[in-house]
């Protein structure tokens, strides 16, 4: 069973510097999500995608944020110039085409990336 | 006022016990509701999700939606220490039977199950 993977599972950096994450979703799933997570709060929705079209991104998201999935099937979540704000986890996140007669509503995890800005 | 209200514990009960889990809504047009586990330092795992009022049953797990006074609940019966988590309650919203696709979460429940 290959669930939603993502890579790295750790990242720690400096202030200012660039970092890429790349998610993997569950093979046939049409829409993948990204949410960030500090500790002891529940999950906050960056921007969504539906193949490879960006449906909504969320005013969390900065202009130092980007996310591309250009194929519809991986993604990737760039932030540039790093600020220790930025430190949390950053989940990702796939959900079914209602085609598959699977609901389209459940959205199923990965491990997330853990990152850390000194 | 936040649209997902989850008191976040911690709760620490016996093994064998019922768990219930709450969490309050605001903003109920077209809803649907989730529950996620999150084990430390791991990615939320999917539970049960509903889309209307009433109970919905799933081996030890039973989900609770009273939209008439926007009140989702979680009960888990016969507790194990296996169970020990953070409980996550989602929200999401329904247009022409399409779904928006951002959840918006509670701050989640720390549940502890003791021996």
């Known amino acids: 069973d290959t669930g939603v993977s993502q890579d790295p599972r750790h990242k720690i950096t400096k202030r200012g510097q660039n970092v890429t994450f790349r998610c993997d979703p569950i093979?046939?799933?049409?829409?993948l999500y990204w949410y960030r997570q500090t500790l002891g709060q529940g999950p906050e929705f960056l921007t969504y995608?539906?193949?490879?079209?960006?449906?909504?991104k969320s005013r969390l998201l900065s202009d130092r944020f980007s996310a591309e999935r250009p194929k519809g099937s991986f993604s990737t979540l760039e932030i540039q110039r790093t600020e220790q704000g930025d430190s949390a986890m950053y989940l990702c996140a796939s959900s079914p085409s209602a085609l598959t007669g699977q609901p389209e509503e459940t959205q199923y995890f990965g491990p997330g990336t853990r990152l850390l800005v000194l | 006022q936040k649209e997902v209200e989850q008191d976040p514990g911690p709760l620490s009960v016996p093994e064998g016990a019922i768990v219930s889990l709450n969490c309050t809504y605001s903003n109920s047009a077209f809803q649907y509701f989730m529950w996620y586990r999150q084990y430390s330092r791991k990615g939320p795992e999917l539970l049960m999700y509903t889309y209307s009022s009433g109970n919905k049953e799933d081996g030890r797990f039973t989900a609770q939606v009273d939209k008439s006074s926007k009140y989702i609940s979680l009960f888990i019966r016969d507790s194990q220490p296996s169970d020990s988590a953070t409980y996550l309650c989602a929200k999401g919203a329904l247009a022409g039977g399409t779904s928006y696709g951002k959840l918006t979460f509670g701050q989640g429940t720390i549940l502890t199950v003791h021996p």
């Open positions: 995608f539906q193949n490879e079209a960006q449906l909504e």
């Open positions: 093979s046939e799933h049409n829409r």
